[in-house]
């Protein structure tokens, strides 16, 4: 029945012109014609002509079924799969349709999909519903087809006129055991009709439509032609379809059924006529949809004999020497059987043969295994040489589920014959699990052109092969994301060109980008093979089944080599580019880069190809790097390509697989770059103000600097920004050694210092152009090269920015701009002048200079300063900039700017000399301790330096950026004194206790006792207490010990109080204040006796320790008060005291005359230099100075002359006791004091006290006068009135001191042991402290020891005249008269307290009588 003609829809479009893409890019020759070849139809020649007339019966379609405007828009389906897009309105450009690039192949971006077909797409669950899509890419159309609907569309917008329609094709309604099958469809090249297609679809139970065309003429959606294919099985599925001859097809059902089908009839009209292949040589019979298999005692048996058997693939491959006949190769899991079939002759059966079992016997020859090796077949496909080319996987027990991916060519001699395996090569894709064998997820042996470029297509990746003779000497394997391939380019035509192309083009439809093209230049990799005689050899190709045998997996190494062997270095680098010039720049690149490292710990070989990559975009060497006009433009590019080196390893979770140091080289690769950016703007706004000489500082640096390296060029600035980026840091160090010498020619006259001013300006902006992005690009990226934590990965390379010159040229610069802001504010701003000119910035005070300026840091005088504004950092928009420069004059212009400039240069010295610290330190140098100081210090100054600069607020930021608490403390204070308390308590918070105790070290230096102790919070209250004991323990004299106890008493800390107040008194300087410390201490020992009950010996003890100290203040007033009366009952003074007022002159005569009246004319005659340390004691005494034990026991000893004073008072009487008892007093005072004495002290001032003891009496005298014969009482009696007799008295029996311990013998109390010490440690310097300059005391120095020692060696002498004088046997009896009165007291109070008992009890019992 003839067709019934409808009206075709009026679309006489026209055909748009492509826009014309410009790049620049740098691309292999091989390339250019790519994107020209998706736009030219192929004008494939056929051996048959067709008509235009159809004479098949057509059958109408679904009404609606028309087709669907692409160009207009519909809002895409959120709750869908979002990877599907819509095509852009506009072209790609060239550089975003490049998705990979290597040497020899490349992979493009046709097309993206229409909005109408991502729409489809995103509304089928690809879990549940197989989809089916394919290329024809001499017609420039694809579809994608589903159990109900394909839809075709043209790709190639050049080729036609309808590129923005698609066309909407239903297919054969499935029934309910095919709902989720898809049909098998093929593309049909029109006939005569250019930007036309045909479509062929037939669904699972051999329903066949045929559309002739789709787009033009009487063609259309809705006319289609239909037969069908009698299955003889009704469970048989249709697998494959295959395009044998143009408009000739064959399908292959999974069993193994083969129908032809022809799309014209003999005469060339269009009709579909179905012809079951049969195994005998007959010529057709009968009607062909009763037809059967070949085989199986029928002639219509299936290929698939065996039980589980399906055909996986069918290939067509060259002509035979019938006449328009075709060779077709059917392939299943176990067999492979051949036909020839013709359009005009019946087709041949050729032979059936076991294809698993001879690739599993030429595997087990090839890899020399002993265990049967399985083999899967996957796919088959023809070369136009005439050999076979199967895609299968080889498994062996050992192995498991790991396979072996390989390519296996046969070849025979006859067309009849059965081929043999001549050549078996392995695959680099290996996946760890068995393929499907069966369904579209099938993989794919595709042939474009018969060879020898193949392709071995998967789910997920394509391997890209190139065959010379029997072997593979290229292979590549292009890896996609989750978004799979859906379909490739169908079959080749036939007969294939006379003339290959030089390049094999794989088309395919992506789940995520639409149309690509994978291309391989096959010239290029032959041409490369052959410079090489022996490059199978080397390559370890397997060119025959005969050649030398390979390891098999689970022996360490997989099945052969490679088809391109190369070093894992190469490999990694090859990806690492791909995916940082393709990958990561294009969110729409469907293709997949990651690689793996099964290496543990760091991987030296994807080190060295980050690092070779990275640098070779830092060198400007990539051949992958475009080559632009706009040095910014390409900087940018190269910045963004080296960020992109460590983000592709990151996001590959390789980051730990990078060293420290690798991954620190990568950052500073990227750094770099940054600053090159930054430093090129800086140049083109110097270039755009044309400000004179200063405006090519850089270029003149830069051209001196490469002149210096050996390199010359016209153009050194840009030379430099595209070929020499990696020297930007020795670009500092360049500057750092020739800018000061610069500077000084330019200051002969004023011109030149007006030219040396805008030199060090322009300088500073070059220094923060390059080290200030380079510092933010590594903060901003820390966490992307794990960086940011350097404790945990100390790193022991030096980085540019730490370069020991970095650090120099930036302190070089803070300093000549400081000194710049005061040489112009000095002229023409007097405000910042004078400010400058009042700082005392840290290392600036001189310590000779006592009467130095103030500085505004003083607390004298900070808040005169405190009120002042702090100027505003920078203009805060462009205009104000322009309105800041017209208004000012060129001077106040450049002081704002410079003084702009201080605080980034002090920032960046900062953070250089940090990273330098940090480097130095774990280096182990020994530079690293005075680089610390070295920063310190600095830091400090060029902080504080800010303040009278106006930019307080920038100091601010910095000491708490760099945590410069001291600092910080002083900024509050100097700055917003009023405000102080707020911004304490904040940066308390802050920083915790660290910022207490640089605050409590600031009250302390400024002896601000009242702030220091005035605390209102529980955690300053611990914070005190900590520093307090600390300080305590760094100088146990020191002012804590004088007023922490403040704070442990606010703290209810008693026993803490009386030990400092204890401390205090001991170390207090003065006599009042001693007793006031020692009385306060001795209430919070009686404090802490009442809370806690403890008596105990260590308690006892100590309030021991405390009353004695009690008692030598006690004393000192006593002495103090005693010489005051002396002097006041022999001299006309007025009646009150007058000691004290140590400038007065009435009291240095008062101390003359208190040393006069105590002493004899012979004691300051003998010894005139212990005199002369006996006035300085009473000038101490006078003034109320608290003494040492061993001046104390001078006062005591010294003195030959102490007179009692005359009278009855009370007072008098102390007087006199001290008088009488000074000798056994200081012997006590020694005893009680010993624990606080150095072993030679107390024996020195041991031997001093009874070597002046035995001299107070008059020995001579006394032995003439007892020396003869004298009665014992008169003995008795003489010897009782000496001195020595009371002291001793006194010692024992009244202040009971132990015996022997502090008693000596006159032999062992000479002081000759003791010269050095008393003379030059004790004496010569005692009185320094106490001393002013203008004062008529002067200290007792080296000078004066032989002095003293004659004078103590004339003690000496008098003494041996003394024992001379038999002193020691008068020492002995009485030593043993004292003994024995104290015995016979002693008896006497005992026999007195037994009467007093008895009596007592005599008068109980009478009581009790009565």
Known sequence: MPPTDQAADSLAAQTLPRKKQVTEAKRPVWLAPFAQQALQPNDTSNEHTTNSASQAALSESEAGLSAVDASKGFASNASKVDFLRASDPEPQPEADRVLLRGDKHAVFSIASFPEAVGRQLGSVDFGSVPIRSGVNSAGGFAFVATPTSCLVWPYDSASSAMTSRVYRLAMPDPDDTTVFETPLVALVSAENVQSDVGVLACSPTGQLRYWDRVAFGLGGTDRFYTANLDMPDASDRCERIIEVFSGLFVVATAKGYLFQVLLQDSQGATELNVHCLSKGAGSRTGMLSRMSSLLGGSQFAPVATDAGDVVVGIAGGERTEIRHSRELFVLTRQRLAKWVVSQSQPEKFMFSMDIVQTLSAAAAQRFDVDVDVEVDVYDIAAMRSGDICILAGLYTPQTGKRVQLVVGMLRGNRVSVEPEVVGLWPLKYAPDFRLCQTGHSQPQLVLPEGGPGMFAVFPKAIVGVVVSGTSAVFEEVVSFRDEGILGTSSAPQFPYASQSTSESSLFLTCAGAGVLQVCIDKDKV??????????????????????????????????????????????????????????????????????????????????????????????????????????????????????????????????????????????????KLAAAVALWEYQNSVWAQKNGAASQLLANLIASFLESAGLQTSDPLRTFFRQHVAAIGDVLVFMSRNLAALRRALDDNESGRRDSQLISYEANRIIISILQPAFMFRFQNAALYAIGDLSDSPSTCERWTEHSAVVDLLMQRLEASYSLCREISGQHCASIYERISKSVLPNDEDPSDLNRS??????????????????????????????????????????????????????????????????????????????????????????????????????????????????????????????????????????????????????????????????????????????????????????????????????????????????????????????????????????????????????????????????????????????????????????????????????????????????????????????????????????????????????????????????????????????????????????????????????????????????????????????????????????????????????????????????????????????????????????????????????LSATTSPAVQKDYSAEDNYLRTAIKCNLGSYYSEILRMVTDQIAHTTRSVHNSSDMDAQASTETDSMMEFD
């Open 526 to 671: 032959l041409a490369s093979c052959a410079h090489s005689a022996n490059a199978e050899d080397q390559d370890g190709e397997f060119i025959s089944i005969e050649t030398s045998a390979a390891s098999w997996p689970g022996s360490g190494t997989r099945v052969g080599k490679a088809s391109v062997t190369s070093s894992p270095e190469r490999e990694y680098q090859t990806q690492i580019e791909q995916a940082v010039f393709f990958g990561l720049d294009n969110a729409h690149n469907p293709l997949s880069f990651a690689i793996t490292s099964h290496v543990t710990g760091v991987d030296s070989a994807l080190e060295t190809a980050v690092l070779r990559v990275s640098q070779s975009i830092l060198d400007n060497t990539s051949h992958f790097i475009v080559d632009r006009l706009d040095i910014g433009a390409h900087l940018n590019e190269r910045l963004r390509h080296a960020r992109a080196v460590m983000q592709f390893i990151s996001e590959g979770g390789l980051t730990p697989k990078l060293s420290h140091e690798t991954r620190a080289h990568l950052c500073a690769h990227a750094e």
């Open 854 to 1339: 103030l500085s505004i840091f003083d607390d004298a005088i900070s808040i005169s300063h405190a009120s002042l504004p702090d100027a505003t950092e920078a203009p805060s928009s462009e205009e104000a900039k322009m309105r800041l420069k017209l208004d000012a004059s060129p001077s106040l212009t450049l002081l704002r700017e410079t003084i702009d400039q201080m605080g980034p240069l002090a920032n960046l010295f900062f953070r250089a000399s940090v990273d330098r610290i940090s480097l130095l330190e774990n280096t182990g140098l020994s530079e690293a301790h005075a680089l610390v100081c070295r920063y310190e210090a600095a830091r400090s100054r060029y902080i504080m330096c800010l303040v009278p600069l106006a930019r307080a607020s920038v100091a601010f930021r910095l000491a708490v950026e760099y945590r410069d608490l001291a600092s910080l403390v002083m900024l509050v204070f100097a700055t917003d004194s009023e405000n102080a308390a707020m911004h304490l308590r904040a940066y308390t918070e802050r920083f915790g206790r660290d910022f207490a105790d640089v605050l409590f070290a600031y009250y302390e230096k400024r002896q601000a006792w009242a702030s220091l102790l005035y605390t209102q919070d529980a955690d300053f209250d611990s914070w005190l207490k900590r520093y307090v004991d600390s300080r305590m323990v760094e100088n146990p004299h020191g002012p804590m010990a004088q007023i922490g106890w403040i704070h442990d008493v606010k703290m209810n800390d008693f026993g803490a109080a009386a030990a400092k107040l204890a401390r205090a008194g001991r170390d207090s300087l003065e006599v009042d204040q001693a007793r006031t410390m020692l009385s306060l201490s001795k209430l919070a020992f009686i404090a802490v006796e009442a809370e806690n009950a403890v008596n105990d010996d260590t308690t006892q003890e100590a309030h021991s320790r405390l009353e004695d100290a009690l008692e030598m203040c006690q004393i000192q007033e006593s002495l103090s008060r005693y010489f005051t009366v002396i002097v006041r009952n022999n001299r006309d003074y007025a009646p009150e005291l007058v000691w004290k007022r140590r400038d007065d002159v009435s009291d240095k005569k008062a101390v003359l005359d208190a040393a006069m009246l105590t002493t004899t004319s012979n004691c300051r005659h003998d010894f005139p230099a212990l005199y002369t340390v006996f006035n300085e004691l009473l000038r101490c005494i006078w003034n109320g100075r608290m003494l040492s034990v061993e001046d104390l026991v001078d006062v005591l000893t010294f003195p030959d002359n102490m007179s009692c004073i005359e009278g009855s008072s009370d007072d008098a009487e102390q007087y006199n006791v001290l008088v009488r008892e000074r000798y056994s007093l200081a012997v006590d005072i020694l005893s009680r004091a010993s624990m606080n004495l150095s072993e030679q002290t107390r024996e020195a001032t041991l031997r001093t006290i009874w070597r002046r003891v035995f001299l107070s009496d008059d020995w001579p005298e006394i032995h003439q006068r007892i020396g003869g014969n004298v009665p014992d009482s008169e003995l008795r009696q003489e010897l009782e009135c000496t001195r020595l007799y009371n002291v001793l008295q006194s010692c024992l029996a009244t202040r009971e001191l132990a015996h022997p311990d502090w008693y000596l013998l006159p032999i062992d109390s000479f002081a000759t042991s003791d010269l050095d010490y008393l003379a030059s440690t004790r004496l010569a310097p005692r009185f320094s402290s106490d001393v002013t300059p203008d004062s008529e005391w002067k200290p």
